[in-house]
């Protein structure tokens, strides 16, 4: 019996977004931040106040899109792949959640690479 080659997931090409929440001060409200590096160490960050009226991620959400809007989508490679979007999250406790962004051109790849990816893990597991 031969060993089994091992199956490669697809290859998602995004940038890391970390948020996170910062409680009030006796100067400010309540805050998320949003925070990435871009082309090396630069770091880019926003701050957006607490919206009460949402709920949730919602708040994290808002903060990830204004990164994009500030530093992401003025970017040349925006008129080559597309706009960025969201693409996945994941939570690392109850104020800081992480996300990937990726260009539309890299999530459509990335949708093909990954329904090939679990064709071939059910032709393992048969």
């Not at 957006?48 to 919602?58: N, R, T």
């Not at 706009?83 to 996945?88: F, G, M």
Request: proline residues 6%; contains cysteine; charged residues 20%.
């Amino acid at each position: 019996m031969s060993p089994r080659q091992p199956i490669t997931p697809p290859t998602l090409r995004g940038v890391l977004i970390k948020t996170k929440f910062h409680g009030p001060t006796n100067y400010t409200g309540a805050r998320f931040s949003a925070s990435c590096k871009w082309q090396g160490d630069t770091i880019h960050r926003v701050y957006v106040s607490q919206d009460y009226a949402l709920e949730g991620d919602q708040n994290h959400l808002v903060a990830v899109q204004k990164l994009i809007d500030k530093h992401l989508n003025e970017k040349a490679l925006s008129d080559q792949l597309g706009p960025w979007r969201i693409t996945a999250q994941a939570w690392n406790d109850p104020d800081t959640n992480h996300w990937i962004v990726c260009h539309d051109w890299w999530v459509k790849e990335s949708i093909q690479q990954l329904a090939d990816f679990h064709k071939q893990l059910a032709e393992v597991q048969a």
